[in-house]
């Protein structure tokens, strides 16, 4: 099986020490990795979002989602329902895993990111593989998740993060059943001033639908959620409209998606939503996801672009490297 992984750039500042020649300039697109199990992800020294595995947290996820203006487009938790704390901005859940729930941060229900394999830091995109583990309440291994993850710029502060993961079950032996439900795989919980709710926001769908009634359990290429935020600081700060546009991709199952999606701040493609799909080793599953960072109100047209664009891109593997001092190269599968 290719490996598949989550893949976030590494900045590296080489010194100039005469004889091996003077530095070029910094790549625009890094990974940077941080104390506390983080690692930050950079365009042009800017964080726009940061990856977080520690061992405190029912699983990994990315926080926060800065938009254009620098304010974060998703939050932490529900807005309103503190049994919701399992919601943390974007992240990888499932409701029936063998019958069990890695959804809700069941007590000793974990993910755990087992090792990192490869990071690339460029101008136009920086990439990360992670090998996640998803482990049961008795400490048993379900699942190996290798997820892949790529910062890519656009334009006038616009940006994408691109996802790419690959389920398999732990044991070679044995089969996986992911069951029927809404829940699962890709989730994200936007900021309250985003959500329709509390703040006002819009759901948008690539077929021109709108608000949760109308999108929920449809098919769709594309879900967008926009609302306003904060572009500065201070009692009288002012606002401006961005948002979040959450792609499907072509090659993944039952494409377009059904989307679970709520008024209260969250949206989900629910690859299971009308049934199960069984895994094995000689049948994992791969899925892939853009989620783009725009100005504004949703412009259909420019999102089918971006639609566009994204189905065309080649999908990532990890390959054992040839270069000095690096173990594994995460690339696109045209670079091989």
């Given at each position: 099986?290719?490996?598949?992984?989550?893949?976030?750039?590494l900045g590296f500042?080489?010194?100039?020490?005469?004889?091996?020649?003077?530095?070029?300039?910094?790549?625009?697109?890094?990974?940077?990795?941080?104390?506390?199990?983080?690692?930050s992800l950079q365009?042009?020294?800017?964080?726009?979002?940061?990856?977080?595995?520690?061992?405190?947290?029912?699983?990994?996820?990315?926080?926060?989602?800065?938009?254009?203006?620098?304010?974060?487009?998703?939050?932490?938790?529900?807005?309103?329902?503190?049994?919701?704390?399992?919601?943390?901005?974007?992240?990888?859940?499932?409701?029936?895993?063998?019958?069990?729930?890695?959804?809700?941060?069941?007590?000793?229900?974990?993910?755990?990111?087992?090792?990192?394999?490869?990071?690339?830091?460029?101008?136009?995109?920086?990439?990360?593989?992670?090998?996640?583990?998803?482990?049961?309440?008795?400490?048993?291994?379900?699942?190996?998740?290798?997820?892949?993850?790529?910062?890519?710029?656009?334009?006038?502060?616009?940006?994408?993060?691109?996802?790419?993961?690959?389920?398999?079950?732990?044991?070679?032996?044995?089969?996986?059943?992911?069951?029927?439900?809404?829940?699962?795989?890709?989730?994200?919980?936007?900021?309250?001033?985003?959500?329709?709710?509390?703040?006002?926001?819009?759901?948008?769908?690539?077929?021109?639908?709108?608000?949760?009634?109308?999108?929920?359990?449809?098919?769709?290429?594309?879900?967008?959620?926009?609302?306003?935020?904060?572009?500065?600081?201070?009692?009288?700060?002012?606002?401006?409209?961005?948002?979040?546009?959450?792609?499907?991709?072509?090659?993944?199952?039952?494409?377009?998606?059904?989307?679970?999606?709520?008024?209260?701040?969250?949206?989900?493609?629910?690859?299971?939503?009308?049934?199960?799909?069984?895994?094995?080793?000689?049948?994992?599953?791969?899925?892939?996801?853009?989620?783009?960072?725009?100005?504004?109100?949703?412009?259909?047209?420019?999102?089918?672009?971006?639609?566009?664009?994204?189905?065309?891109?080649?999908?990532?593997?990890?390959?054992?490297?040839?270069?000095?001092?690096?173990?594994?190269?995460?690339?696109?599968?045209?670079?091989?």
């Amino acid at each position: 099986m290719k490996t598949i992984l989550a893949v976030f750039a590494l900045g590296f500042l080489v010194v100039s020490n005469g004889w091996a020649g003077e530095p070029g300039p910094l790549p625009r697109c890094q990974i940077v990795p941080l104390a506390n199990q983080e690692v930050s992800l950079q365009i042009d020294g800017v964080e726009r979002t940061r990856w977080h595995f520690g061992d405190r947290y029912a699983g990994p996820f990315f926080f926060p989602f800065n938009g254009p203006s620098g304010s974060s487009l998703t939050r932490m938790g529900h807005p309103g329902a503190p049994n919701h704390d399992h919601h943390r901005s974007i992240w990888f859940a499932h409701h029936q895993v063998n019958g069990q729930d890695f959804w809700s941060a069941q007590p000793g229900v974990r993910l755990r990111q087992k090792e990192w394999f490869a990071s690339y830091d460029s101008d136009e995109e920086a990439r990360l593989a992670v090998r996640v583990l998803w482990i049961d309440q008795h400490g048993k291994v379900q699942l190996d998740q290798e997820v892949v993850a790529a910062i890519i710029p656009g334009t006038k502060g616009e940006w994408s993060l691109e996802l790419q993961t690959t389920f398999v079950p732990r044991e070679k032996a044995s089969a996986i059943t992911l069951g029927k439900t809404n829940f699962g795989f890709l989730a994200v919980r936007v900021a309250k001033s985003i959500s329709e709710h509390f703040g006002g926001g819009t759901l948008t769908s690539s077929t021109g639908a709108v608000h949760e009634r109308a999108i929920f359990g449809q098919p769709a290429a594309w879900i967008d959620y926009s609302g306003r935020v904060s572009t500065s600081t201070g009692r009288d700060r002012s606002s401006a409209i961005e948002g979040i546009t959450y792609f499907d991709h072509p090659t993944n199952p039952r494409f377009p998606s059904k989307w679970h999606v709520r008024e209260d701040g969250w949206l989900g493609a629910s690859v299971c939503f009308d049934e199960g799909i069984e895994l094995s080793h000689e049948q994992p599953l791969t899925l892939r996801y853009l989620l783009h960072a725009h100005r504004g109100r949703i412009d259909s047209g420019k999102a089918h672009t971006v639609a566009n664009a994204f189905a065309k891109r080649p999908g990532f593997e990890v390959v054992k490297s040839k270069e000095k001092h690096q173990h594994f190269e995460v690339v696109r599968t045209s670079e091989e």
